[in-house]
Every structure is written in structure tokens, then in C-alpha cells.
């Protein structure tokens, strides 16, 4: 597709399932971005990774989540024993230096 | 290292001025401005590398200064399409990538 892709759009889910967002990425974009934006607030940053190099861990908030890049394309995030507290919208961004463009987010909401 | 925005929102009518600004701790690579509408995607304005250069896109520019690790968005003559929340993503010198964004400025234009 032209654009950054994201599925689901929306994820309710009960406290203690583990979910799964999947991000398609721009084709040929070596970087690609997840962020996490709770309601009315900032973008925060939770993992990077570009081409092959090792993925920057540094802003998953727990061991719960974690992240893959397969094939230097689609990624997914998995966020075990989900709590109410990670309900957010979950951003994916996709780049190739020159400027990120972002998908239309993952809803999360854990009841 | 999240970069400090300022000020946090603005109000102004059709036809005015802004300036938003963008000012880190550590040393920056490049600055990157987004603008975010309600339940939208983060979209991208406008990359500015390290070098003090300007940019702009119609009447929205931005600079850098380098020295004072700062970068400064200026709206010019402002409409009613460019309200939203700007928000800037920074890069750290090291060429890593990895953008780190501020928490977010509000801009609301009014007839």
C-alpha cells in the first residue's frame, strides 16, 4: 500500500490477555517506530528499530512488552497480561530519513 | 532527553502569528515537526538538520540553532486549517534515528 498500515484499528480485551498489533510499514522504509499516545496526551517512544541493527528497548515500560521486526518489514507488538492501564492508542511510524509517516494507530482498550 | 515545549497551547484568531518552541538538554542531530488534528495521525511539516538551517512550507517555517539546541516553528498569518497540536521530534546527535518527541503544543485558531 502507499501508507503506514495497522491492524486491528480497535482491540477490546479483558485484564490479563495478551494482545497483538501488527504494522505494515512504508515499503522500503529501513526505520520503523511504535508509540503509545494515552488520551490528550504526548507521543511516547517504546521501540525502534532500523534495517538490521539491534531494536532500541529503551521505552517499553515493562518485560510485558515486546516487539518484532520479521524481514526487516512488518512488525508486531505483543503486550502480555494486559492492564488498564495500557489502554493508549499504539502508534507505528515508518521512515526513510527524511521524515516519519505514521499509520492511523491501534486503539487498545483493556477493560 | 524528551525534548520541553512551549508554551503548552495557544489561542489566536485567523490571520495571526505563532511561535512554538522546541529546546532539548542534549546536543541535536535533527528536529522534526509534526502536526496531530483530533483523532488523526501525527503528520509530518517538516525535517531540519543540524547547521541552523530554515525551512518552510507556505506560511509555516521552523530553524535550528545548533548551539542553543533549539528549534523554533513559526505559523504566519495563521488559518482556521492549521489548528491542532504541533508536537517535535528530536534526534540526538549520533545520527541514531530515534526520535523523541516533546509533549505537545495546542494550537486552536478561531474565526
Known amino acids: 500500500g502507499a501508507g503506514v498500515s495497522q491492524s486491528p484499528s480497535n482491540k477490546v480485551t479483558e485484564k490479563g490477555k495478551d494482545v497483538e498489533l501488527r504494522c505494515d510499514p512504508i515499503?522500503?522504509?529501513?526505520?520503523l517506530y511504535w508509540y503509545r499516545q494515552s488520551l490528550g496526551q504526548g507521543l511516547e517512544f517504546l521501540i525502534y528499530?532500523?534495517?538490521?541493527?539491534?531494536?532500541?528497548k529503551s521505552g517499553l515500560p515493562s518485560d510485558r512488552f515486546s516487539a518484532e521486526r520479521t524481514g526487516g518489514s512488518v512488525s508486531t507488538l505483543t503486550i502480555q497480561r494486559t492492564q488498564q492501564e495500557d489502554s493508549a492508542v499504539y502508534l507505528c511510524?515508518?521512515?526513510?530519513?527524511?521524515?516519519?509517516?505514521f499509520g492511523p494507530g491501534t486503539r487498545l482498550t483493556v477493560l | 532527553q524528551q525534548p520541553v515545549q512551549s508554551p503548552q497551547a495557544v489561542i489566536l484568531r485567523e490571520g495571526e502569528d505563532a511561535v512554538i518552541n522546541c529546546s532539548s538538554s542534549k546536543a541535536l542531530y535533527s528536529v522534526h515537526w509534526y502536526r496531530q488534528k483530533h483523532g488523526e495521525a501525527p503528520v509530518f511539516l517538516m525535517i531540519l538538520l543540524k547547521g541552523g538551517e530554515q525551512k518552510g512550507h507556505e506560511k509555516i517555517s521552523a530553524s535550528f540553532n545548533e548551539k542553543k539546541q533549539q528549534s523554533s516553528l513559526y505559523l504566519t498569518a495563521s488559518q482556521l486549517s492549521y489548528s491542532g497540536t504541533y508536537f517535535c521530534g528530536t534526534e540526538n546527535s549520533g545520527n541514531t534515528g530515534k526520535l523523541i518527541f516533546g509533549q505537545g503544543t495546542t494550537l486552536q485558531v478561531k474565526p
Open positions: 515499503s522500503g522504509h529501513t526505520a
Open positions: 511510524a515508518s521512515s526513510l530519513r527524511s521524515g516519519s509517516f
Open positions: 528499530f532500523q534495517g538490521n541493527s539491534a531494536p532500541d
